[in-house]
């Protein structure tokens, strides 16, 4: 039942993916990044399991502007979605994000609401959650994006010490 659950959701988020393919823009993603990975809790001592599967999407504000904080850097807003779920336990942190891009690094920080389920109905809410990325883009090369594949750590800050910890992902950005 657990492979069947995942594999249902990377068919999602492909074909999400390729809905939601967009034109060009000069910088950050495309319109639409997918990702998937691992999530690490900082405190598993409540829920048991240590490692957990992650999937996550980005979407490009293309229609708001943003001042570079720096020369040579590039900014802009984005929305953030993340799951990440073991057993019974999952949190869904949806964020608006400000993305600073460096060469093939992109940085990011983000702000917004988390929905939450601890010990399967017991522990369900929201939440103001936060977020904390960076990104490595292989084949970013002078504004135009030849591989647009990635590799991504994430910190996720909530209310519930459990649902705290690392993302760590490899994603495509469309």
Sequence with gaps: MKITNLATLAAIAVVSGVAATAGAQTNGPTGFSARLGIFLPTDSSKIGSSTW????????????????????????????????????????????TYNVRSNMLVYSAGLGVDFYNIDDISKTGTSLGGQVAVAYEFGHVNGAMDKPLFVQAKYFITRHSELSGFGVYLGYRF
């Design 53 to 96: 599967f992650n999937l996550g999407a980005d979407y490009k504000l293309n229609h708001y502007s943003v001042a570079a904080p720096a020369e040579g850097t590039q900014s802009y807003l984005g929305l953030s979605a993340d799951y990440y779920f073991s057993g019974a336990n999952s949190n869904v942190p949806l964020a608006l």
